[in-house]
């Protein structure tokens, strides 16, 4: 059964050296749409990385193909990987079998997923503590 991922890509070098791979990152992307692998991604705002929603048979499996964007080999990005297995969706992404897994190594990550009628919005909130959102 494939898991949905939430890719969060944070930049840790100059925009300049991002922008000088930026086409072949999205050949990267574009053969992850054509192998079914990647459902939605984007830039972050502020311009800090990127997200990108994949789904995947395994987590292995992601990590290998993530290995292969430009930005992971040259060492531009590093990339969070969260499982997501959501308890509700809307009717146009029922298929997805969605969820959500809390990992206490990214305590400090909070992901919400927003679907408003067709769109698709990931919001990145760096700055939460789980654990303040969370409490048994």
Not at 32 to 48: K, N
């Amino acid at each position: 059964m494939s898991v949905v991922y939430v890719v969060v890509l944070t930049y840790v070098r100059p925009l300049e050296a991002i922008d000088e791979q930026i086409p072949a990152h999205v050949e990267w992307l574009k053969q992850g749409y054509a192998d079914g692998v990647f459902l939605a991604s984007g830039r972050r705002i502020p311009r800090t990385g990127g997200v990108i929603l994949a789904k995947s048979d395994s987590l292995e499996q992601l990590q290998v193909r993530l290995n292969q964007d430009p930005f992971q080999k040259l060492g531009l990005a590093h990339a969070d990987i969260i499982p997501f297995d959501a308890s509700m969706t809307a009717p146009a992404l029922q298929g997805l079998q969605l969820s959500l897994h809390v990992n206490t190594a990214s305590s400090s990550m909070l992901i919400e997923l927003v679907v408003p009628s067709a769109f698709l919005y990931l919001f990145y909130t760096p700055a939460c503590d789980i654990n303040d959102i969370f409490t048994p």
